[in-house]
Each structure stands twice: as structure tokens, then as C-alpha cells.
């Protein structure tokens, strides 16, 4: 028999034979032992409904690191009386999921089920993932995946059209307190913290009730006489590091947190998401970059001056470089929190971009060509062309758009920041332009 393939009551004594780590030992034995997934495993959760109604289907675990993913499908395979089978999308290529498969075949043709688990499922490529869908179609398998990552980014439509993305909590603060208090009692001791260290141990696991438990483990194998500060702590251990992946959702998560907390003129959040993203390793160029792609999008001519703050704060950074230089990319995420803001020229360049992709080919009127040849003369080309700076107040009001289309307005300035001031000028060229026209 594989590794992979090996029955619940196997695992469980294979597991008691050795010394085993707290988290393993404090795994819940019951789905309503689980904690932090009420919105789930709750009375009116979505997967208690469907346990109690015999309809389990196929499922995607979506959530961060230390949620209970592999417990809960676990727990899923002893409530439906099916066999589990876990294996992970890092270490499985095809000839393993051949066998995996097919033990899953006699055993149906044997009148067992088979819930097959697989952790980080997104690992798989397409041709992989829909190597699934037979065997769960004809009911060989029950599938569980866990994923970290988004499944709408990572899964094709084929396999998300055959189970239901269930979304798992990162757990909250009463539920790591309610892990360290389960812990306590499981060791027959309480931790030799203060309050405030316990409340910073909380801290320590950012949301991941597996750290939580290995920290735990830790402080309890310490020698100490009475109670440890939350300093005392930190200088014994290493706080752990935010999830943040710079190629996954995390990154996409956080540049939209800060982008919208600059358009929504809030500096304190748009900091905080800057640091986060900071903190997480981000490359501070990235960050130059986004910084200034807001500035054009969002403030745009309400306040020409912002492009070159981000200019300015990206060239700082080169120079300075880390951590120096970041705080150049700071004053410029809060000088466009506060900026006045429009996207009056972003909408316009879009707008100019689909009419142009519109229009085709059509060319620019004959009056405003140049006309360096003879022949170019006699076909018209320059003929009529009015020089505006002959012209009354310096505006002809000729027509540049080609005959064949009728005006466009695509620019339409806000009563923000220096576009007031655009504002009035472009109100002032269209009443200079229909001055001409009459």
C-alpha cells in the first residue's frame, strides 16, 4: 500500500506509536470541535446544511495557511464513512494519481467511497486538473482540494463547475486564545506568560493556528521562574512573518488596499497598506511604480504636481536606497492621499483609445497636411489650414478631427484642483469655437 493511500485507523496509529507535535495531538476529533470556521461548521453553516441533508458534494478549501483545511476534510471523510486519501499537489505527478485513481475504482466497484484530499491543489496543472473530472463525475472519487491561492485565478472552469468553493476564516483572536487555552489543558499547565505576553503570542501567529500551537509548544518546554513580559517573549522568539507571497493573491490584495486607499483620500490607511506591503518584502520599486500609475489614474490634472512627486520620491530612492529611501515613496503615498483627485484625463484617454480603434483608418482632414510636394498641393493637401496664432485670441476654431467623423468630447474636467482652471479654458475655447462656426 502507498504512503498516500493509507486508511484513517493506519495514520492514527502510526501517528501514536512516535512522538507526536502538539498540533498533531490537539487535532480536532469532531467537525464541531473546529474552531474558528462557524460560518461553515456552525448550525446554519453551508457545510453543516449539507452534511445533515446527505448531500455532501465535491469541494475547493479556500483560505490562508493553519485554518484547518486538512482537518476539516479529514473529519469530512469519518462523518460520510469514506475512505481518505490525502496526497499533495507537490509531490504527485501522473503515474501516482494512475494509482490513486484506480485503488478509488475497486473500491467503488466495492461499495466504498473514496474522499480524495488534495493540498495545494492550484499546484496541478490544466491537463492534471481535469484528469479529475471522469472520476468525479461517475462517483470513484468525492474530491476535496485545498488551496491557498484564489481558485477563480488558479483552477479551470471545468473542475470549479463540479465542486463548491467553500471560504475558511483566517482565525481570529478569541479563536487563538481558545486554541492556547485547549493547549493548557491538554499539557496539564498553564503557559508562564503575562496577559499582555499571551495577547503578543496571539499576535505572533498572524491568524495560523498551526504557528500558534508550535509557539505554544515552545514556551511550554521553557524553564522559567513566574511569568514572561511580552519583551521577554520577543527576545526568546522570532515573530513569525506575514503571509505575503509577492507573485500571489496576497500582493494583488494589498496593491488594490493601498491604490483604493489613495483614491478614497485616506493617508493613515494608505501608509498602513505601504507598510504592510513593505514589511511582506516587497521591492520598493514595484511600489515607486504603482505609486506613480495612481498619480496619472486618479489625480491626474487635478494636481499636475503629483506625477512629479512620485518621480522625485523614485529617483530619491535610487539614490538612497533602502530603508533611507523609502521614506521618500511614503510622503508621496500621503501627498496623493490628500491630493484633489480625477480620473477626467484617464476616462478621456480610454475614450480616445476606443474611438480610434473605431474609426479605423480614417485619415486627418486635407487643411491640417502638410503639403511638401507640388503634387500634394494640387490634390488640396494643406489647402484652407488657418495659422492660429494669426488668429483672434489664438484659437481658429478649425476642425481636426477627419470629415468623416463628427466632433468627439472625450475630456471632461472636474471642479477639483487645477482642473477648475482647465475647466474654464476648455468652456472658453467651445465658446470661442462656435463663435467661429457661426
Same mark, same amino acid.
Given at each position: ?181 485547549? #493547549?493548557? !489543558?491538554?499539557?496539564?499547565?498553564? *503557559?508562564? %506568560?503575562? @496577559?499582555?505576553?499571551? /495577547? $503578543?503570542? =496571539? ?124 521614506? #521618500?515613496? !511614503?510622503?508621496?503615498?500621503?501627498? *496623493?492621499? %490628500?491630493? @484633489?483627485?480625477?480620473? /477626467? $484625463?484617464? =476616462? ?91
Amino acid at each position: 500500500m502507498d504512503l498516500f493511500d493509507t486508511p484513517q485507523g493506519d495514520q492514527d496509529a502510526a501517528r501514536a506509536t512516535g512522538p507526536r507535535p502538539l498540533a498533531d495531538r490537539l487535532r480536532p476529533a469532531r467537525l464541531a470541535d473546529v474552531i474558528g470556521q462557524d460560518h461553515l461548521l456552525g448550525p446554519e453553516g453551508s457545510l453543516r446544511i449539507m452534511l445533515d441533508a446527505g448531500a455532501l458534494s465535491s469541494l475547493i478549501l479556500w483560505g490562508p495557511p493553519g485554518v484547518g483545511k486538512t482537518t476539516i476534510a479529514r473529519l469530512l471523510a469519518q462523518e460520510t464513512h469514506l475512505h481518505f486519501v490525502q496526497i499533495s499537489a507537490i509531490f504527485t505527478g501522473v503515474p501516482e494519481l494512475r494509482k490513486v485513481f484506480e485503488a478509488a475504482r475497486l473500491r467503488h466497484a466495492n461499495g466504498q467511497g473514496t474522499l480524495l484530499f488534495v493540498d495545494e491543489i492550484h499546484r496541478f496543472n490544466k491537463a492534471q486538473q481535469d484528469g479529475f473530472l471522469p472520476h468525479m463525475e461517475d462517483g470513484t472519487i468525492l474530491l476535496v482540494g485545498a488551496t491557498t491561492e484564489n481558485p477563480s485565478f488558479e483552477l479551470n472552469a471545468a473542475l470549479m463547475s463540479r465542486a463548491q468553493v467553500l471560504v475558511l476564516n483566517r482565525l481570529g483572536d478569541d479563536a487563538l486564545a481558545q486554541m492556547i487555552a485547549h #493547549a493548557e !489543558a491538554t499539557l496539564d499547565h498553564p *503557559l508562564p %506568560l503575562t @496577559p499582555d505576553a499571551r /495577547a $503578543a503570542l =496571539v499576535t505572533m501567529a498572524d491568524g495560523d493556528g498551526r504557528a500558534l500551537l508550535n509557539l505554544v509548544e515552545q514556551v511550554a518546554a521553557w524553564k522559567v521562574d513566574g511569568q514572561l513580559t511580552p519583551a521577554q517573549l520577543g527576545q526568546r522568539l522570532q515573530r513569525r512573518a506575514a503571509q505575503y507571497d509577492k507573485s500571489g493573491e496576497a500582493h494583488y490584495n494589498l496593491i488594490s488596499a493601498l491604490h483604493k486607499s489613495v483614491r478614497g483620500s485616506d493617508p493613515d490607511a494608505a501608509l498602513y497598506w505601504f507598510a504592510r506591503m513593505l514589511e511582506g518584502g516587497e521591492d520598493p520599486r514595484f511600489l515607486a511604480r504603482r505609486i506613480t500609475r495612481m498619480a496619472v489614474e486618479d489625480i491626474g490634472l487635478a494636481d499636475p504636481a503629483a506625477q512629479r512627486q512620485c518621480l522625485d520620491a523614485w529617483s530619491t530612492y535610487e539614490r538612497l536606497g533602502s530603508p533611507e529611501g523609502e521614506l #521618500a515613496l !511614503a510622503q508621496a503615498v500621503i501627498y *496623493l492621499a %490628500l491630493a @484633489p483627485k480625477s480620473n /477626467a $484625463a484617464y =476616462v478621456a484617454y480610454k475614450a480616445a483609445r476606443a474611438s480610434a480603434k473605431s474609426t479605423g483608418s480614417a485619415p486627418p482632414p486635407k487643411h491640417i497636411l502638410n503639403a511638401p510636394t507640388k503634387m500634394m498641393k494640387d490634390q488640396g493637401f494643406g489647402a484652407g489650414y488657418a495659422y492660429d496664432h494669426d488668429a483672434e485670441d489664438g484659437f481658429s476654431g478649425q476642425n481636426y478631427f477627419p470629415d468623416t467623423m463628427s466632433r468627439a468630447r472625450f475630456y471632461a474636467p472636474v471642479e477639483r484642483g487645477y482642473e477648475r482652471d482647465l475647466k474654464k479654458r476648455l468652456e472658453w475655447f467651445e465658446g470661442l469655437r462656435a463663435k467661429r462656426k457661426s
